[in-house]
């Protein structure tokens, strides 16, 4: 068996047409590249390079055995990729991030699926609240404020569905008993806040109230769903949030669709592509959408 220095040296050699230029490439010294090629001359007792000018050149011999060298190149880097990957414990494994109401919602159901159809993954979820900003996990629920938001290219980005919001009311509220009612209709009433920080559901709110130019302010500060709905059930005031953060809905709360311009979060699952078991990522991303159209 050759050695894989000696042939990425041959390589780099191949392509730059320089020793010197492959050795910067490959951060070795010129005389180190060199020793590979007489070695690997030596070894095959072919002819592989010949001067070119001031460079060298590939013989026919060489070029003859190119294509050889880039597969047991290409195979040696898989199992480089694969030792690493044991190392990193990834095989056998799966993270997924997701968002507080996602967990509620779907994570429990997609375990018990992982369990069902892979039985000796082990599942692994990290709560990650907030705006999404670098990829932690296999697998990441996240929010955005568009169906086709961009993503960084090193990530896969999966649509799962919109989540429009809607309001909590008392159910003795007057507006207990309406089908909808547009933002402009709650402003003068007292409002709880349900979120923290300038997360994305709180961006996506205010951001739509701007168009409907209302202005939001907050008689009560909760920064949880489960809270606030807990207060609107008091008759403490009213709450908007997303569909998927009003279960479990305590009693004594109405729960009333928004009109246009209402704000809508979408949900998607951004994905390691390089993640060494990609058939278990798609099965996991599949179960996410179909959990999500409910």
Not at 205 to 211: E, G, I, N, P, T
């Amino acid at each position: 068996m050759y050695n894989v220095a000696h042939l990425k040296s041959f390589k780099s050699v191949a392509l730059t047409g320089s020793v010197r230029s492959a050795a910067q490439h490959l951060s070795l010294s010129p005389s180190a590249v060199s020793h590979h090629l007489k070695i690997l001359e030596q070894e095959t007792g072919l002819i592989l390079f010949q001067r070119q000018g001031r460079g060298l050149c590939l013989t026919d011999t060489g070029s003859a055995i190119m294509s050889d060298v880039d597969s047991v190149l290409e195979s040696s880097g898989r199992l480089g990729q694969r030792i690493s990957d044991l190392h990193e414990n990834r095989i056998g494994r799966l993270s997924i991030g997701y968002f507080g109401t996602a967990g509620t919602q779907w994570m429990p159901e997609l375990v018990s699926y992982l369990e069902n159809r892979h039985p000796d993954v082990a599942v692994q979820l990290n709560l990650a609240e907030g705006p999404w900003n670098e990829f932690h996990s296999d697998v990441q629920v996240v929010i955005a404020d568009s169906e086709d938001p961009v993503f960084p290219s090193q990530v896969e980005s999966h649509f799962l569905s919109e989540d429009p919001y809607v309001v909590a009311v008392p159910d003795d509220h007057p507006l207990a008993s309406r089908p909808e009612v547009s933002l402009d209709e709650l402003e003068n009433h007292p409002w709880i806040d349900n979120d923290t920080g300038d997360g994305p559901c709180r961006t996506i709110l205010f951001d739509a109230c701007a168009r409907a130019g209302v202005a939001v302010h907050f008689k009560h500060e909760a920064h949880s769903f489960a809270t606030a709905l807990h207060m609107v059930s008091r008759g403490l005031g009213l709450t908007i949030l997303p569909r998927l953060g009003v279960e479990p809905l305590p009693p004594g709360v109405a729960i009333i669709r928004l009109a246009a311009p209402e704000p809508i979060r979408f949900i998607h699952a951004i994905s390691d592509p390089g993640h060494p078991q990609q058939e278990l990522i798609e099965d996991a991303v599949t179960a996410l959408r179909e959990l999500a159209i409910g």
